[in-house]
T-cell receptor, first 113, second 114 residues
Framework: GENVEQHPSTLSVQEGDSAVIKCTYSDSASNYFPWYKQELGKGPQLIIDIRSNVGEKKDQRIAVTLNKTAKHFSLHITETQPEDSAVYFCAATSSGSARQLTFGSGTQLTVLP | KAGVTQTPRYLIKTRGQQVTLSCSPISGHRSVSWYQQTPGQGLQFLFEYFSETQRNKGNFPGRFSGRQFSNSRSEMNVSTLELGDSALYLC?????????????FGEGSWLTVV
C-alpha cells in the first residue's frame, strides 16, 4: 500500500519568514495530493491540493509543488503569520473507485512573533 | 454552505460498551469516509461509503462498522470498546468517488474509553 513520509516533524520560524514542509510517497499510482491544517481541538482543514497533471499550484501565500519522478511534494508558506501556527498534514491517494487518503505524520509549525 | 457535521462532539464510554457516531456530509456530497486519529498512529482510514455501499475498508477489526443512508448521512459503530479505541473520529465528505474529488473533514467526535 501507499506510504507517505513527512518532514520535519516540528518547524519554528520567525513571523514573516517562509516555511517549507516536504513529503514523499511510495505509490507511483497516487495522483491526488492534498494538504490539511489542523488547529488544536479541530478537524483537518483543506488548505491546498494538487493533482498529478500539475507541477505547481499557488493560492495567495501558500504554494505546493509536485515532482512525480522523485515522488515528492512540498508545501511552501510565505510571509508567515502567528495564525499559521498549527499542525500540517500531507496526504496522497490513488485513482480508481476504491480510494483512501494516506497521511503523513504531521508537522507542528510554530510562527514566532 | 454548511460543512461536514459530526455528532456527538465529545463522549465517554466504558470498556465493553458500544458507540455510534453520526455524520452529515456537505449538501450534495455523496461520498463519506471515516478516519481515526490518535497521537501514536496518526490519521488512519477506516472505510468509505458511496451510494449506501461500502467501497473501501481500512485495516481495522470487525468491531468497527458503518453504514450510509439514502440521504448520504453516515454512521459508524464501534462495538466492545477497548481502551485503545480512544481517539478522534473524523468524518470526511466528497462530491463523488475518484481522485478528482476534493475531500473535506468535519470537526470530529472525541471518544474516550475508560
Amino acid at each position: 500500500g501507499e506510504n507517505v513520509e513527512q518532514h520535519p516533524s516540528t518547524l519554528s520560524v520567525q513571523e514573516g519568514d517562509s516555511a517549507v514542509i516536504k513529503c514523499t510517497y511510495s505509490d507511483s499510482a497516487s495522483n491526488y495530493f492534498p494538504w490539511y491544517k489542523q488547529e488544536l481541538g479541530k478537524g483537518p482543514q483543506l488548505i491546498i491540493d494538487i493533482r498529478s497533471n500539475v507541477g505547481e499550484k499557488k493560492d495567495q501565500r501558500i504554494a505546493v509543488t509536485l515532482n512525480k519522478t522523485a515522488k515528492h511534494f512540498s508545501l511552501h508558506i510565505t510571509e508567515t503569520q502567528p495564525e499559521d501556527s498549527a499542525v500540517y498534514f500531507c496526504a496522497a491517494t490513488s485513482s480508481g473507485s476504491a480510494r483512501q487518503l494516506t497521511f503523513g505524520s504531521g508537522t507542528q509549525l510554530t510562527v514566532l512573533p | 454552505k454548511a460543512g461536514v457535521t459530526q455528532t456527538p462532539r465529545y463522549l465517554i464510554k466504558t470498556r465493553g460498551q458500544q458507540v455510534t457516531l453520526s455524520c452529515s456530509p456537505i449538501s450534495g456530497h455523496r461520498s463519506v469516509s471515516w478516519y481515526q486519529q490518535t497521537p501514536g498512529q496518526g490519521l488512519q482510514f477506516l472505510f468509505e461509503y458511496f451510494s449506501e455501499t461500502q467501497r473501501n475498508k481500512g485495516n481495522f477489526p470487525g468491531r468497527f462498522s458503518g453504514r450510509q443512508f439514502s440521504n448520504s448521512r453516515s454512521e459508524m459503530n464501534v462495538s466492545t470498546l477497548e481502551l485503545g479505541d480512544s481517539a478522534l473520529y473524523l468524518c470526511a465528505s466528497s462530491p463523488g468517488m475518484g481522485s478528482g474529488n476534493t475531500i473535506y473533514f468535519g470537526e470530529g467526535s472525541w471518544l474516550t474509553v475508560v
